[in-house]
């Protein structure tokens, strides 16, 4: 092999490696969010179960609220920001794959219906945005409604 195909393929490997951790990234940060907003949770139940020591239960619930919210928000943008940041590296693998005796990530995003045919394959990431809208809407929002609808009922 001469050297600027050699030198090709070691920028290869080394873009898919870079690739692979921007996964593993999005992989530890998609816990941290899970880990948060179940510690919210259960910090929530605790203090409900054994008293907010002159907190009105309404606070807690909505500050809780707000707070998930936030943390779903913020949740949200990233697993979007690590889409975006992923997308741009298998582009560049895929360019990069033109020079190569085989386009394996092309092949593979063409056999995968790139991304367009539900049945054959959902996309990670948009599988994963899912998990931020259900600790959004069902807990944080309801809490945060719930609380705000007693506040001006009274």
């Given amino acids: 092999m001469d050297e600027k195909r050699q030198e ?9 490696e870079l690739a692979d951790r921007v996964s593993q990234r999005r992989e530890g940060a998609n ?3 899970v880990s948060l907003l179940s510690g919210l949770v259960l910090f929530v139940a605790a203090l ?6 002159g907190l009105s239960t309404d ?3 909505f500050g809780a609220g707000v ?11 990233v697993i979007r920001s690590y889409r975006q940041l992923n997308t741009g590296k298998f582009n560049a693998l895929q ?10 990530f092309r092949k593979e995003w063409e056999l995968l219906g790139e991304g ?5 394959y959902w996309m990670l990431t948009k599988v994963e945005t899912f998990l931020p809208l259900m600790f959004f809407f069902p807990l944080s929002l309801f809490a945060a409604v719930f609380v705000a609808t ?5």
């Fill in 48 to 53: 409900l179960r054994f008293g907010t020591d």
């Fill in 31 to 33: 816990r941290l969010y």
């Fill in 67 to 77: 707070l998930g919210m936030i943390f779903s928000v913020s949740w949200y943008i």
């Fill in 116 to 120: 367009k045919k539900r049945g054959r």
């Fill in 8 to 16: 090709l393929l070691e920028i290869y490997k080394l873009h898919a």
């Fill in 59 to 61: 606070v807690v619930l």
């Fill in 95 to 104: 360019d990069l794959e033109c020079c190569l005796a085989y386009p394996f």
């Fill in 150 to 154: 007693r506040w001006f009922v009274r």
